[in-house]
């Protein structure tokens, strides 16, 4: 089985950065997604991880390490729009993905 | 426009019936999945296909029937024998099993059950 963790909640001011951390234990999987998710909306793509390492995507970066068993998402220059849950999914057989419970992101004026 | 549409926003069903959720796309993916979402909680994955007319349970099958006759559609059927139908539903779809293809999800559907 897989188990995944990430705080549930976090607090952060606008234009200051945060780390949002995911760790997990599994098995084996192909890969680390994070997805941002607005009350009541569907989720969407932020980033992806297969490989040790950061990748960059703007004001998001997402760092993965398989060894440690451990991920972050790295949010700068913090806007009240990225007010939402942030979710770590591993990528298992067949592009299944096993979420976290996810972690609530509060950006404060 | 490309995406993936999931009838209706609400819904609400008495106990002891069986519901039909929507989901369809048009991305032409292969793939497509159901999870289901409550408060506090992660997705969690119901059902998934990987091609027509083939489907896989996931982690939480139980009380759940699902159809895949066409690429486009893949219908959720909650049945009374869910004992906690009351949820927040996703559809989401994707290519097929191919390396860092993210999934696209529908706008969800809210179910609730009296």
């Known amino acids: 089985g897989q188990n995944i963790d990430q705080p549930t909640e976090m607090t952060a001011t606008e234009g200051a950065i945060v780390q949002i951390n995911c760790t997990y234990q599994?098995?084996?999987?192909?890969?680390l997604f994070w997805y941002q998710q607005h009350a009541g909306e569907a989720p969407t793509f932020l980033s992806y991880?297969?490989?040790?390492g950061l990748e960059e995507k703007g004001r998001f970066s997402s760092f993965l390490s398989r060894s440690k068993g451990y991920s972050y998402l790295l949010l700068k220059e913090l806007q009240m729009k990225d007010s939402a849950s942030y979710l770590c999914?591993?990528?298992?057989?067949?592009?299944?993905?096993?979420f976290g419970k996810g972690t609530m992101l509060l950006v404060s004026p | 426009d490309g995406g993936i549409t999931q009838s209706p926003k609400y819904l609400f069903r008495k106990e002891g019936q069986n519901v039909t959720l929507s989901c369809e796309q048009n991305?032409?993916?292969?793939?497509m999945y159901w999870y289901r979402q409550d408060p506090g909680q992660g997705l969690r994955l119901i059902y998934y296909?990987?091609?027509?007319?083939?489907?896989q349970k996931g982690d939480i099958a139980e009380g759940y029937s699902v159809s895949r006759e066409k690429k486009e559609s893949f219908p959720l059927t909650v049945t009374s024998a869910q004992k906690n139908p009351t949820a927040f539903y996703l559809c989401?779809?994707?290519?097929?099993?191919?390396?860092?293809?993210?999934?696209?999800f529908g706008p969800g559907t809210r179910l609730t059950v009296t």
């Open positions: 989401a779809s994707s290519r097929r099993d191919i390396g860092g293809d993210e999934q696209y």
């Open positions: 599994t098995s084996g999987f192909n890969g």
């Open positions: 991880n297969v490989l040790d």
């Open positions: 999914a591993l990528r298992g057989g067949y592009s299944t993905l096993t």
């Open positions: 991305l032409n993916h292969d793939a």
């Open positions: 296909s990987q091609i027509v007319n083939d489907f």
